[in-house]
């Protein structure tokens, strides 16, 4: 095995491929811009480009499931007790059920006090449209548990599903896990297809300049200036509210709890940010966070149970968003929900929400179901914020992948499963992250005879 770099001998090369990645996203900077400038003054041909984006978010959608598998069974596979995974989701299950129901209460103390929506009209043509989402959002909790499990063991790997797929991947982690030394094999095998996987997603995004045009000049197009106008209001105000959620109650956690300054952590994490805020998808940030998370120290285990099972239960965004969306509609149709009624209707939605986070629009359809089974004559709003939705999407997008990034470092903290010093040395600019490879060149694959603790200090890049 070759012996690890120091953090000089290394700056060489690493400092050529990081400028190489940075005129990239320069690239998607300036792309952004000019799909904003086509979306303004070609708004017919801007939403023809439409396909360009989808076409790009799917190129990384369909990463996503085997990069979960790898890093799952790599991380599940080698640790010495399967006690610590559990105590990783528990942990991880408990963060997100208590932040999910502050963002809750954040959104309706915010709602109630701005009483966003009043002096709106429904016309008949915004009316339809409420009609249309919750026909989008059927199903119920049982749909969603049964959903987990998926029709063959190699199907979660196709179907696309997030949580089939984490579920797979636990399965045969602890599988490989029991059968000790004997399944050293197979992790050595896994360990070469992740390489390959995060090959290509590296190749896939130098795509991300012409993805993040044709995305933003479709929905710029598509909503224009005016549809902003008359919603301003609702929209700043969530804005805002998702951003102090994130900087001080997330942030004050994260530095009380670990002494990390969030700051620190958003900067590791920008291009993560400005690919989102492109795509308006969480999920297309999902493949590269899993690997920069590993490399800043947190344990290959926690990074593979708590970021994507935080992509479907720690919505924190989306918590907002439901609420704040729900009580615009009750106000602009002069229907104003009670606190009790409050309550009930959206932590109906925050389940129903669950496994959508990352799809785009998902959120709308989720109100329009909600107020479909709770307020059905409340339903006909929904068409009120359709024009903004999709400017909605990009900050519950956001506010998702911020509250993830954050409770990774807060359980790998709690489960002291985090290199503090590598961790603190790859915030600080020391080490930076191999664009290229997305992972750490310097691990062969025979690192994986060694025990299991030098194994995930190896993936740390320690």
């Not at 700056?11 to 086509?38: E, F, N, Q, T, W």
């Not at 978010?57 to 006690?83: D, E, H, K, Y």
């Not at 995004?205 to 008359?230: C, N, Q, R, Y």
């Not at 009580?327 to 129903?352: D, N, R």
Request: overall charge negative; hydrophobic content about 50%; some cysteine.
């Amino acid at each position: 095995m070759s012996s690890m770099p120091s953090p000089s001998g290394a700056a060489g090369p690493a400092a050529a491929k990081k400028d190489r990645s940075h005129y990239l996203y320069m690239a998607v900077i300036v792309a952004v811009v000019l799909g904003i400038a086509v979306g303004l003054v070609a708004p017919d041909f801007a939403v023809q480009l439409k396909p360009i984006g989808t076409g790009f978010v799917a190129l990384i959608r369909m990463m996503i499931s085997p990069v979960i598998f790898c890093t799952i069974v790599l991380g599940v596979g080698s640790v010495a007790s399967a006690a610590h995974v559990g105590k990783v989701g528990g942990l991880a299950l408990g963060y997100f059920v208590t932040m999910s129901t502050v963002a809750l209460a954040i959104g309706l103390l915010v709602g109630n006090l701005i009483h966003p929506g009043s002096g709106l009209h429904l016309t008949p043509d915004v009316a339809k449209v409420g009609g249309q989402q919750a026909a989008e959002a059927g199903g119920t909790t049982t749909d969603f548990l049964l959903g987990i499990i998926p029709t063959t063991l190699l199907s979660s790997l196709t179907a696309g599903d997030v949580l089939q797929t984490l579920l797979v991947a636990l399965l045969v982690g602890f599988a490989v896990q029991a059968m000790g030394r004997a399944g050293k094999p197979v992790i050595r095998g896994v360990e070469h297809i992740q390489r390959v996987v995060f090959r290509v997603l590296a190749m896939i995004m130098w795509a991300a300049p012409i993805g993040a045009f044709g995305a933003i000049a479709a929905v710029v197009g598509e909503t224009g200036v005016d549809a902003l106008k008359s919603l301003a209001i609702l929209m700043v105000a969530f804005y805002i509210t998702c951003f102090l959620f994130v900087f001080v109650v997330l942030g004050t956690i994260l530095k009380l709890a670990t002494g990390v300054n969030v700051l620190s952590l958003f900067r590791y994490l920008a291009r993560e940010f400005l690919l989102i805020l492109s795509t308006s998808s969480s999920e297309s940030a999902l493949p590269r966070v899993m690997a920069k998370m590993e490399h800043a120290g947190v344990d290959q285990t926690t990074v593979g149970v708590v970021i994507p099972t935080g992509y479907s239960f720690n919505l924190d965004g989306t918590a907002i968003y439901l609420t704040m969306a729900s009580l615009f509609i009750a106000e602009a149709l002069g229907k104003p929900l009670a606190i009790g009624e409050q309550i009930s209707l959206l932590l109906f939605m925050i389940i129903a929400s669950k496994g959508a986070a990352g799809v785009t629009g998902a959120g709308l359809a989720t109100l329009a179901g909600g107020l479909s089974s709770h307020r059905p004559e409340l339903l006909d709003g929904v068409g009120l914020i359709v024009g903004i939705d999709r400017f909605m999407s990009e900050a519950r997008a956001l506010t998702n992948f911020a509250g993830n990034a954050i409770a990774t470092v807060l359980v790998g903290t709690w489960t002291d499963s985090i290199d503090r010093e590598q961790l603190d040395a790859v915030l600080a600019g020391e080490r930076p992250f191999d664009e290229t490879t997305m992972l750490d060149d310097s691990m062969e694959p025979d690192v994986l005879n060694q025990d299991p603790a030098s194994t995930t200090k190896a993936h740390a890049g320690a």
